[in-house]
């Protein structure tokens, strides 16, 4: 069974860099066959999807964070990070990270359980 | 951009059949997924390719797509489905595809 696991900063000041870690279990990120992505929800509002990348380091992003983001894979650790530059309030929110399996329209099958980021100074 | 619209809200007798639509400009070409979502938890995956169910989701949750709506339909519905709910596609219409989700309905079981 695939678990994944966030971590990182709960607190992030504005303007500063936004930076979580998922940590992948029970399967290999190098193995192929699916992206890792990132989504996050704001405080009582729906799903925005970030981003994804492919254990080569490939990477696609959402087109109205692509300025501010960068995901990256370390397949040693079995992880992928996440770092959104600029913060601002308008970015708390929880943030997932999740799988999605490799197809002409995908989904996601496994998600992390979410970890809350609030930006305050 | 491409706009998913749900339904905020939708509301149920225990027993009965809950239906949330998801509209989208010709929805029906794409292939649509769905999760529920608890309070404090994870999105989880019912429905995905407009009506395939992973293993585990039971065969009370089901799905269609055709023209402008996809729905998703939970059958002989229990107070533990009380839950929002969230469709799901690719938008390949532009140069940067991405992915695109609905507003998200709340189920409440009555």
């Known amino acids: 069974q695939v678990q994944l696991q966030e971590s990182g900063p709960g607190l992030v000041k504005p303007s500063q860099t936004l930076s979580l870690t998922c940590t992948v279990s029970?399967?290999?990120?190098?193995?192929?066959?699916?992206?890792w992505s990132w989504i996050r929800q704001h405080p009582g509002k729906g799903l925005e999807w970030i981003g994804y990348?492919?254990?080569?380091?490939?990477?696609y992003y959402n087109p109205s964070l692509k300025s501010r983001v960068t995901i990256s894979v370390d397949t040693s650790k079995n992880q992928f990070s996440l770092k959104l530059s600029s913060v601002t309030a308008a970015d708390t929110a929880v943030y997932y990270c999740a799988r999605e399996p490799i197809a002409v329209a995908g989904y996601f099958d496994y998600w992390g359980q979410g970890t809350l980021v609030t930006v305050s100074s | 951009s491409y706009v998913l619209t749900q339904p905020p809200s939708v509301s149920v007798a225990p027993g009965q059949t809950a239906r949330i639509t998801c509209g989208g400009n010709?929805?029906?070409?794409?292939?649509v997924h769905w999760y529920q979502q608890k309070p404090g938890q994870a999105p989880v995956l019912v429905v995905y390719?407009?009506?395939d169910r992973p293993s585990g989701i039971p065969e009370r949750f089901s799905g269609s797509n055709s023209g402008n709506t996809a729905t998703l339909t939970i059958s002989r519905v229990e107070a533990g489905d009380e839950a929002d709910y969230y469709c799901?596609?690719?938008?390949?219409?532009?140069?940067?595809?991405?992915?695109?989700f609905g507003g998200g309905t709340k189920l409440t079981v009555l």
């Open positions: 390719d407009d009506s």
């Open positions: 990348i492919y254990y080569s380091g490939s990477t």
């Open positions: 029970g399967g290999s990120i190098s193995s192929g066959g699916y992206y």
């Open positions: 010709n929805i029906g070409s794409k292939s």
């Open positions: 799901q596609v690719w938008d390949s219409s532009s140069d940067h595809p991405y992915v695109v």
